[in-house]
């Protein structure tokens, strides 16, 4: 009889001691965060960066945080959120240097570490389908200056480079004080990442060739690359940007090495559309 009585009472204090999570193997809540996103790199354009990375394959990612500062070790902010590997900083102004850093964040809550890249964008304006002229027959309509984006005469104080035709060939010419350089063709204005350090023209002019991208370094040290789309009667097309950073080589983006160690870099709170 002892037995009999003493298996319904271990049975009952089982079942009462797993309701009240004593054996709650089940009932674990996740404190785990996310590995860090890898592969970050950025495209900077006209007051915009897009931002992208290698997707996180974790069960319970549940998207990305994306943050900026103005330095590696700086301060960053969260910019916004996604639930891809892609987002667009709109908010990016030309001439301004940001670093980026994302992080991965599960359903409960729980979110990475900053990502380790070395990554930053300096966000540049751009110009797409602009016409010059032979200065030999316009020369009102011939040179093109940065400083406003407009179309200037070629002898203007303020021109950056100019179009001149000697014998049928039409060259893109520069003045003394500036410097000029053929790329080679390119599939369009995006193509050339970092204006070169060498290997400009000793005669300030090269022969404009629809396909080609040519960097200029201007004389108030600030570069530049125009892509000829077409050459017609007397006149050339091209797409440009131009760098308003002095001295910033970047006409595109920039990856440092993956491997440099990551420092610790403050997180501030989050600004939802902040003014940088």
Not at 88 to 109: L, R
Not at 174 to 202: C, L
Request: charged residues 20%; proline residues 6%; negative net charge.
């Amino acid at each position: 009889m002892k037995k009999l009585f003493y298996y319904p009472i271990l049975l009952l204090l089982s079942f009462i001691l797993y309701s009240c999570g004593v054996n709650d193997s089940y009932n674990t809540i996740d404190v785990t965060p996310p590995a860090p996103p890898t592969g970050i790199t950025v495209l900077n354009g006209d007051n915009r960066v897009d931002i992208s990375w290698n997707p996180n394959y974790e069960n319970d990612v549940a998207g990305y945080n994306v943050y900026y500062a103005y330095s590696y070790n700086g301060k960053y902010t969260l910019i916004g959120s996604s639930s891809d590997n892609y987002f667009i900083d709109n908010d990016a102004a030309n001439g301004s240097t940001y670093y980026y850093a994302v992080t991965a964040y599960d359903y409960n809550g729980n979110e990475s570490e900053l990502s380790y890249d070395v990554i930053y964008a300096v966000p540049r304006p751009e110009g797409f389908n602009q016409a010059i002229f032979d200065f030999h027959r316009f020369p009102d309509l011939a040179g093109y200056t940065f400083n406003d984006y407009s179309v200037v005469p070629y002898d203007d104080q303020s021109t950056d480079f100019f179009l001149g035709i000697y014998g049928g060939i039409d060259s893109i010419m520069v003045n003394y004080d500036t410097d000029i350089q053929d790329m080679g063709p390119t599939q369009d204005i995006w193509d050339i990442q970092f204006a070169p350090s060498s290997g400009w023209r000793d005669s300030k002019s090269a022969v404009a060739i629809p396909g080609h991208t040519y960097v200029i370094w201007t004389w108030d040290n600030h570069y530049a690359k125009v892509r000829v789309s077409e050459i017609s009667s007397n006149r050339i097309v091209f797409d440009w940007s131009f760098q308003l950073l002095e001295g910033e080589h970047m006409l595109k983006p920039r990856k440092a090495p993956a491997e440099r160690e990551r420092l610790n870099r403050p997180v501030t709170e989050n600004v939802a559309g902040v003014t940088k």
